[in-house]
């Protein structure tokens, strides 16, 4: 049986089998921390959002944690990752994201939104569509021959370090095959040889077509990609949204794509790279590409739970609720100015509308790239602790009071020592010394242990405010996901030189979230902590003058 139900007007192209070669860069492994220090960093956190008595109960938990099993977790943690460096991100992988049972399109995977095309006809939007993924085969080619730039980042030293590039070879061949009690991530064909073919599905009224685009190595040129399109398109009309790239006839045009297989940051990284491919592709390719359609055979029962699924999906879909907060009064170049670190002055002024609204701040998480270790994938930036909380008590005492008077001492003392805290927390993660990490391997040494089955410190690991900087070219290009939990908000945030776009996302059932009065206080910190910063920084020039 087929089904007969159609989604929306969505036409979706999704890139398959692709096997690169492995990008040689020796790095060094990430190694833990002393554990010390790691539980020392979890109470601080954790005094900043836990009640005091939840607190002490934690504190006493985690000090004979430490005193007693946590030397033996830690002697074992070390002997793994000597033994097997790759470990570590194998298991932070499982827990991030392989042994969440929530609906990926929802609760996992991001979506970016391209500037929105023109289109005047559908020769145009095919056009595109067939440009675009013929762009995205090149840069395929690229992984393949190793020829991706390797990226570097600037310590504090000003020194280059080259970044692992590992998560580039999951992109096209990364697949996440579902299971019962955790998801698994294959790596599809891996020894796919250079000069082997590929194709891409084009999803179209409720059916699939398999289209070639290499073959012999040879990808497909534009124009035979443009000319497969309109063969399907004549015989369709609508379409079904799924993973890959997603082209709407209204000029939307996007992508939406699985989290496990790379970070965020690798994806807009990519596509940046694509978008800007300047080619000539006028000259056809000397081979044919067939494509045809694929027939699914389903019986009855199948049907039901895949209607079931479908049900499920669009109920959460409906749930779902987001906010685009656009900010064009001032950007990275204006709090640079004000020698405020841009990133440090989203998240802390996160915590102070999340206090503001809730009267508590979150346990929250901010991705950090680790890929300065070997098969480095990301650690938490936790922008909770106590100098935030004092500053967002204060702010909320005076009821922004001060807002067109000179900002009190109290507050400037709180605001200096808030970023001074949150740079020296990022500072620590950036180097792979932050909390986070750590415990989730400590935790899969022994799962049993009584410390990590404890409700307080579980709670610490549900991000009420889940959040990442997803820098893109301009503000017309849009990233944005849902939130981790049902009682929880993410916000995906772009800084651009001259302006700043929030996108703010959570469950519209959910009996905590306020999405509207959430946004509203957002854009009141923002302004606020950029009063206070021009404030600080004015005081601290006329004092060097």
Not at 51 to 74: A, C, P, R, S, V
Not at 456 to 480: A, E, H, P
Not at 522 to 537: C, G, K, Q, W
Request: aromatic letters at 10%; a neutral charge.
């Amino acid at each position: 049986m087929i089904m007969k139900r159609v989604i929306r007007n969505f036409y979706v192209i999704r890139c398959l089998s692709l096997s690169p070669k492995k990008f040689l860069i020796n790095l060094p492994f990430w190694h833990p921390p002393k554990l010390d220090d790691t539980l020392s960093k979890l109470l601080v956190h954790a005094k900043s959002v836990e009640t005091t008595d939840n607190f002490n109960k934690l504190q006493i938990k985690i000090k004979e944690y430490g005193n007693n099993m946590g030397i033996h977790h830690q002697q074992q943690l070390e002997k793994t990752v000597a033994a097997n460096p790759h470990w570590v991100f194998k298991t932070w992988l499982n827990d991030m994201y392989l042994y969440n049972s929530l609906p990926l399109p929802i609760y996992s995977n991001p979506a970016m939104m391209f500037e929105k095309q023109k289109f005047k006809s559908d020769e145009d939007w095919i056009r595109f569509a067939s440009d675009l993924s013929c762009k995205i085969l090149m840069f395929r080619s690229k992984i393949i021959n190793s020829e991706v730039e390797i990226e570097r980042v600037k310590t504090s030293t000003n020194d280059l370090v080259p970044l692992c590039m590992d998560q580039y070879q999951m992109i096209f061949c990364g697949v996440r095959r579902p299971g019962f009690n955790q998801d698994h991530l294959i790596k599809h064909s891996p020894n796919v040889k250079k000069d082997s073919d590929c194709h891409i599905l084009v999803l179209a009224k409720n059916q699939f077509f398999k289209v070639n685009v290499v073959k012999n190595g040879e990808n497909i040129a534009p124009d035979q990609l443009a000319e497969t399109i309109r063969s399907i398109v004549s015989c369709t009309q609508n379409t079904i949204p799924s993973v890959g790239v997603i082209i709407r006839r209204d000029g939307v045009a996007g992508i939406n794509f699985e989290h496990s297989a790379a970070e965020g940051i690798v994806y807009i990284k990519m596509f940046k790279d694509i978008l800007n491919f300047k080619v000539d592709f006028k000259e056809p390719s000397s081979h044919s590409f067939e494509w045809n359609k694929l027939n699914w055979y389903i019986d009855d029962v199948t049907t039901q739970w895949i209607e079931k699924a479908f049900d499920h999906h669009e109920k959460l879909t409906n749930d779902l609720t987001m906010r685009l907060v656009q900010i064009d009064e001032f950007g990275k170049a204006d709090l640079k100015k004000v020698s405020i670190s841009p990133d440090a002055f989203i998240q802390i002024s996160l915590q102070v509308a999340y206090y503001c609204l809730h009267k508590k701040l979150a346990h929250s998480y901010e991705s950090v790239s680790l890929r300065q270790f070997d098969r480095g994938r990301a650690d938490n930036i936790r922008a909770n602790n106590p100098a935030v909380r004092r500053l967002a008590e204060l702010i909320s005492e005076n009821n922004n009071n001060f807002y067109l008077s000179a900002v009190p001492e109290n507050i400037k003392d709180s605001f200096i020592e808030a970023f001074k805290f949150h740079s020296k927390v990022m500072q620590n993660a950036i180097a792979g010394m932050g909390p986070d990490l750590h415990l989730t391997c400590l935790k899969y040494i022994d799962t049993n242990a009584d410390v990590f089955n404890d409700e307080i410190l579980k709670n610490m690991f549900k991000f009420l405010l889940s959040t990442s900087q997803v820098s893109t070219s301009s503000c017309d290009t849009i990233m944005y996901y849902g939130p981790v939990l049902n009682d929880s908000y993410s916000v995906a945030y772009n800084i651009q030189e001259k302006g700043i776009v929030l996108n703010i996302s959570t469950m519209n059932s959910s009996s905590i979230t306020l999405l509207n009065d959430f946004a509203h206080e957002v854009i009141e910190s923002l302004f606020l902590m950029h009063y206070i910063a021009t404030d600080v920084h004015r005081l601290n020039s006329a004092q060097e003058v």
